[in-house]
């Protein structure tokens, strides 16, 4: 039986258990695709993100749940770069590359009084209608028909992984959510496995444009993710492309996980260009704690 050492890191906070969580194992190499996976389900985190040498790039990631693996992840990139980064494990560079399964993405490190910030560029966005049963969407987060805000698009987002971002009229709406993920499947017809996003307009903190929660795919072996990066990427594009077309770029702070005693912020940048757009997030991240997995194919 072998055995490896986590770190935990908590990802968009600068209190420990306040962000997203995440488990970070260095010098990963030697590990098979399937002992990965079942130190992440050891480890529980919505992500556990293993770092290994790359020959196209300063570093590469891999990202699995505790039930499969991801192409990207924000939350995990954070905390992983923050990791590199403040235990000297990284070219004395402000600008590192990350290959990742979607490609190899730059990461630029900046100091904000006296605080450690990574910005992360995501891959170029996409949106796909969703067409399927509104009713059953609402009921599949506890909600009802009027609860969900019907004069903006419901769409598939992706920076990186899927999403489906779901308008909602209030914020008082949030607390009253419960994810049904079993049925998750059967509604999102035309992309099964992704998960569900819902927003507003509406925030806590009057420093933020949107608040959001985010459940998870069934599929993936966790039911909420605190903090989200990529789907907080992909709110970005949804603005330019949705809510205001005809700006050359948009740059807001999102709100996530509140409802979960966390209390996390994103701060999304996205710039338009001739035929796409860059989605950017930048975010800090702060170390919990350390702790060893046992793990055995």
């Not at 009229?169 to 099964?192: C, G, N, W, Y």
């Not at 757009?277 to 046992?294: L, S």
Request: glycine share 8%.
């Amino acid at each position: 039986m072998g055995s490896v050492n986590v770190l935990h890191y908590d990802a968009f906070s600068v209190q420990p258990n306040k962000g997203n969580p995440a488990g970070v194992v260095l010098d990963a190499d030697e590990l098979t695709e399937k002992e990965m996976q079942i130190i992440a389900r050891q480890v529980g985190f919505n992500e556990t993100t293993f770092i290994l040498k790359s020959d196209q790039a300063d570093v590469r990631l891999r990202y699995f749940t505790p039930g499969h693996e991801m192409n990207l992840c924000g939350h995990a990139t954070m905390a992983s770069m923050y990791a590199l980064k403040s235990r000297g494990l990284l070219p004395d560079k402000e600008t590192v590359w990350v290959e990742t399964n979607v490609g190899n993405l730059p990461i630029h490190f900046q100091e904000d009084a006296g605080q450690l910030k990574m910005k992360m560029k995501q891959d170029h966005p996409q949106f796909i209608p969703f067409r399927g049963d509104v009713e059953r969407l609402a009921h599949s987060i506890g909600l009802k028909r009027e609860d969900l805000d019907l004069s903006l698009p419901i769409v598939y987002g992706s920076t990186g992984i899927w999403t489906l971002l779901v308008p909602i009229k209030e914020l008082r709406s949030f607390h009253r959510m419960v994810p049904d993920q079993a049925r998750f499947p059967e509604i999102l017809t035309e992309l099964p496995r992704a998960s569900l996003h819902p927003f507003c307009l509406e925030t806590i903190d009057d420093d933020c444009f949107m608040h959001a929660r985010h459940f998870s795919s069934p599929f993936s072996g966790t039911v909420e993710d605190p903090v989200t990066g990529t789907a907080s990427g992909v709110l970005g594009a949804y603005d330019l492309t949705y809510l205001n077309s005809e700006r050359p770029s948009t740059q807001f702070m999102v709100e996530q996980g509140q409802e979960m005693g966390k209390d996390g912020r994103v701060h999304v940048h996205v710039l338009r260009n001739q035929d796409n757009m860059d989605v950017y997030i930048t975010g800090t991240a702060i170390f919990v704690d350390e702790f060893q997995v046992n793990y055995d194919e």
